[in-house]
């Protein structure tokens, strides 16, 4: 007799939990018949009393297509689910499991981590109400409904979340047909889903799956998972837990329980932010960093992927300017694919790859393409953020629980030196980087090119070729170190003016500082000052710094090397003695008749620090500097002082400075010259305003418009498309002595090639360098 036919029909496969890639999520057709026909009077007689009874009324045909049915769960997720899977959804009404953006998002990035053979581990930060609990909870009921010996566990931050959780699969349970409905001997939230023969004296005979859901409040101080091997695990709004319980949880109990030799095994971590320094944002951090190395691979989900997030604008409207910011960088970070049938986001960078013009992997036919935000979209959220700016915390709450980017979701409670509409240029203009990889011993770059794939002889596998022609070496883990610290954005451009600014650090590893060195491209024709590259690694001492800075300093055309001297001359005593570099820092006494000194280096000091801080913050102001690195945004976020009058200011607790401090010093170390010590700050010479400027450039690539001096960018500010307009300000007509070799009016940029000729001669009649560095 057979009575658990969950646990008895067939014999679970070890299966994948690939899917083919393009999935329909409605019910096959064939399935509403079949649920009708099981569903006759014969099979719902009063003298049945459960589902043993009803089985003994089955023909070996119908066994059969049973058997079927359920090998098709067991094998994919995507098949079980939105054939059998109910919900409930906003309206309070049932519906069958159906993924929405972000749901399928989190799903491919799943079967992405099992298809590389990586632990399917998802660290998740996200704005609210995307779904992300319904999908988590479907795929614990799956996996807990349809395979032995499975142990699944629930954790949210409090038992009230808990109890909405544990329904969720409670109620995908009750709504199973009882052909494939598995026995079950306790579904209380206390004890949990037990999937066993309720009938202990017949559980030796007929044990059931003996597979089971825990559920666990955060608030509790008890063990998650201890004795038991954890198959699947959902951690829910784990950044609301304390920080000392979620360490303890997500780095001891949970990471030892986990079934790490199950290929199948899945664990996600997922939250809305919930401010910085604290350990969510610092692992959050820590996860970006790695990337693919990371034990929690990231994956952060923006607000938009929710559709009733959507206002039809009246006649005439037009975005305000957070909003236009909002909708470039949305632009640089998604895509969406241009199926009408598909019309799936992807993330836009894998690494340092541009997927955009890619084929998707939802549908297999659509084509990625830029995705810009819909003037709906723009309005809801313009309406909302002016709701919520009359009031600081407001504001703050609104980008945290309403986020675009995760830089934007991890809101610092605290007194930043650099405030709201500093952060929000930053983040609106952070890139991955074109190259990132490290330098060796002769300079040489390294690092693993996502669009050059090299097959290995020994044993026929691809993987990113170096770099550098000639090296056959696999660099997906780094350096010697497992670092990739290097990151370039422009490579050396000739005749250009650079200046690195060096924090120095002892390089002991594990959480002591980094030394940092910040490459800047400095401008003094008019444009903006733009990071070029980075080095950023704590496991470099500082003579092997000096020798990175060294070979960094002259590929970027002998630019000027301000190293901090605080507590580390070393650096400093090396580069200049050993490796004879031959354009240091002078140290200046500002307040002195003579200002140049006999010292080299920069010197951080109680009186110097804030000179640092604030040239950069008005240069943010006037949006004269451009950033690139994710990591600087952050630091940037967390650059706090004490209270208003504080004159030092430095990392929160938790956080880091390093690039930060690199960056403040290569901006002023570059115009020094243009301090004014008697208003006690920087003078900002070349700051620009579309009222005041001479010209206006338009991007034809991004749409974006920026102020310019004399119409002759060659390239976009942001996006660097070389296909620009510049128009006169007709305010401004008369009031330039500036030759300009343009006529009055309108001007068409065609593609570089074509047009640098004639706007530059000069630049063909010298060759191009050769840099060994890049």
Not at 281 to 298: D, G, S
Not at 558 to 568: D, H, K, T
Not at 741 to 751: A, C, H, L, N, T
């Amino acid at each position: 007799m057979i009575i658990d036919p969950a646990a008895n029909l067939i014999t679970p496969p070890r299966g994948p939990l690939i899917r083919p890639a393009k999935v329909k999520w409605d019910r096959d057709s064939a399935i509403s018949d079949l649920i009708d026909y099981f569903d006759e009077p014969r099979f719902h007689d009063k003298k049945i009393r459960s589902d043993a009874d009803r089985f003994n009324l089955l023909t070996v045909k119908e066994i059969k297509a049973i058997e079927d049915i359920a090998r098709k769960c067991r094998a994919d997720f995507s098949y079980c689910a939105r054939n059998f899977f109910w919900i409930t959804n906003k309206r309070r009404g049932e519906i069958l499991f159906k993924l929405w953006e972000s749901q399928e998002l989190i799903y491919e990035h799943l079967i992405g981590l099992k298809n590389k053979g990586l632990q399917m581990k998802l660290m998740i930060i996200k704005a609210r109400q995307l779904g992300c609990s319904s999908l988590i909870e479907g795929m614990v009921a799956w996996k807990t409904c349809f395979f032995k010996n499975v142990t699944a566990i629930v954790v949210s931050f409090d038992p009230e979340h808990a109890a909405y959780l544990f329904g969720i699969m409670q109620y995908i349970y009750d709504r199973l047909p009882w052909f494939i409905k598995p026995q079950c001997s306790a579904r209380e939230y206390k004890d949990g889903l037990k999937f066993e023969n309720p009938d202990q004296d017949d559980r030796r005979r007929n044990p059931g799956l003996n597979s089971a859901v825990m559920v666990q409040a955060a608030n509790k101080r008890t063990g998650v998972g201890q004795g038991v091997r954890i198959s699947a695990a959902h951690c829910s709004e784990f950044a609301d837990w304390n920080p000392d319980y979620a360490r303890d949880v997500i780095e001891e109990d949970l990471g030892n329980a986990l079934a790490e030799e199950d290929p199948d095994m899945f664990a996600i971590l997922e939250s809305t932010a919930k401010g910085c320094g604290n350990y969510s944002y610092r692992l959050w951090n820590k996860n970006m960093e790695l990337a693919e190395q990371a034990e929690w691979h990231p994956l952060f989900l923006p607000w938009f992927f929710e559709r009733t997030r959507f206002i039809a604008p009246p006649s005439g409207w037009r975005p305000e300017e957070p909003e236009v910011q909002m909708n470039e960088r949305v632009q640089v970070d998604w895509l969406r694919c241009d199926n009408k049938d598909c019309e799936q986001y992807h993330e836009r960078y894998r690494k340092t790859e541009d997927r955009e013009d890619t084929i998707c992997a939802t549908c297999g036919v659509g084509t990625l393409k830029s995705y810009g935000l819909e003037p709906g979209q723009m309005y809801w959220m313009q309406r909302k953020r002016k709701n919520a700016e009359k009031e600081s915390e407001s504001l703050k709450k609104l980008r945290q629980e309403m986020a675009t980017t995760s830089e934007e979701a991890f809101q610092l409670s605290g007194i930043s030196v650099f405030g709201e509409d500093s952060q929000e240029y930053v983040n609106s203009t952070v890139r991955p980087p074109l190259k990132q990889g490290f330098l060796d011993k002769n300079g040489k770059f390294h690092g693993c090119d996502p669009k050059n794939l090299k097959r290995n002889p020994r044993n026929n596998e691809y993987y990113e070729a170096c770099y550098l022609d000639g090296c056959d070496q696999d660099h997906q883990f780094g350096d010697e170190n497992g670092e990739a610290p290097f990151q370039v954005w422009k490579e050396p451009e000739r005749d250009a003016e650079y200046c690195i600014g060096a924090d120095v650090a002892e390089g002991l590893g594990g959480d002591y500082d980094y030394s940092c060195g910040f490459v800047l491209k400095v401008n003094k024709q008019g444009g903006a000052d733009e990071q070029v590259a980075t080095f950023r690694s704590n496991r470099v001492d500082p003579v092997a710094f000096a020798q990175v800075l060294n070979f960094i300093g002259r590929a970027y055309n002998e630019a000027l090397m301000a190293i901090e001297v605080n507590r580390y001359d070393t650096c400093m005593t090396w580069i200049r003695f050993q490796l004879q570099y031959p354009n240091l820092y002078r140290w200046k006494h500002l307040d002195s008749i003579n200002p140049l000194s006999n010292k080299l280096g920069w010197l951080t000091q109680v009186n110097t620090k804030p000179r640092l801080y604030q040239t950069l913050k008005r240069w943010l102001q006037f949006k004269l500097i451009i950033l690139y690195s994710r990591n600087l945004a952050n630091e940037l976020k967390t650059f706090t002082k004490e209270d208003y009058e504080e004159r030092g200011a430095g990392a929160e607790k938790g956080s880091y400075d390093d690039e930060a401090m690199a960056c403040q010093i290569s901006l002023y170390c570059a115009h020094e010259g243009d301090w004014d010590d008697s208003v006690g700050q920087m003078a900002v010479k070349r700051e620009l305003t579309m009222e005041s400027s001479p010209w206006h450039m338009l991007c034809k690539g991004c749409e974006m418009r920026w102020p310019s001096h004399d119409g002759q960018d060659k390239q976009c500010i942001r996006c660097q498309c070389r296909v620009i307009e510049g128009q006169r300000n007709r305010s401004q007509v008369g009031t330039e002595n500036q030759s300009n070799p343009f006529e009055d009016g309108k001007i068409s940029r065609y593609e570089a090639q074509d047009w640098a000729v004639s706007i530059d001669q000069r630049e063909t009649d010298k060759p191009e360098p050769e840099y060994d560095l890049l």
